[in-house]
């Protein structure tokens, strides 16, 4: 990974390998649990009290209601998004979302949970693969820009 590329984010990778477990020498489970290796990545957002924004964002992976057939630019409003520029997928992403879904895997053992926050605690990435036997179980998100609502 090119560390030029990572400096701006906050990254943590976290991987829930698919063996059921067993002791190590020191009788330790060798299972990792996403919830004890991030607790709560939307501490930071939440923090922050931001209710009104911009993002633009794409979805390629998967089938599901989130994928986007490029860029789509949704303006949030006391958190209720509304599409912009782009043409609207079925499930509109806003930030609040995207935390219920990382929440969601963590929470439901994903095999694979992938994300970096930006300076405001913003998701800028996220993948999400449930089971890695399956196809087309995957969710993923690229936010290429985001920009908080002044108040008043």
């Known amino acids: 990974m090119n560390a ?4 701006p984010f906050l990254v943590i990778v976290l991987l829930v390998s698919s ?9 330790q489970s060798g299972d990792i649990t996403l919830a004890q290796a991030s607790p709560n ?8 009290g931001v209710g009104d924004y911009t ?3 794409s979805s390629v992976c998967g089938e599901n ?3 986007t057939d490029g860029p789509v630019t949704v303006r949030v409003i006391g958190g209720l998004p509304e599409v912009v520029d782009g043409n609207a997928p079925l499930e509109v992403a806003t930030v609040d979302l995207l935390f219920a879904v990382l929440n969601e895997a963590q929470e439901g053992q ?3 949970v992938e994300y970096e926050l930006g300076p405001m605690g913003v ?3 996220i993948k999400i693969d449930w089971d890695l036997n399956a196809v087309d179980d995957e969710f993923c998100v ?4 985001f920009q908080a609502t002044p108040a008043g």
């Open 4 to 7: 030029g590329r990572v400096a």
């Open 19 to 27: 063996c059921t477990g067993g002791a190590d020498e020191e009788g």
């Open 41 to 48: 990545p939307s501490a930071k957002w939440a923090g922050l």
């Open 55 to 57: 993002m633009t964002y």
């Open 65 to 67: 209601g989130w994928v």
């Open 110 to 112: 994903a095999e694979v």
């Open 123 to 125: 998701p800028t990435r």
């Open 142 to 145: 690229d936010i290429k820009a």
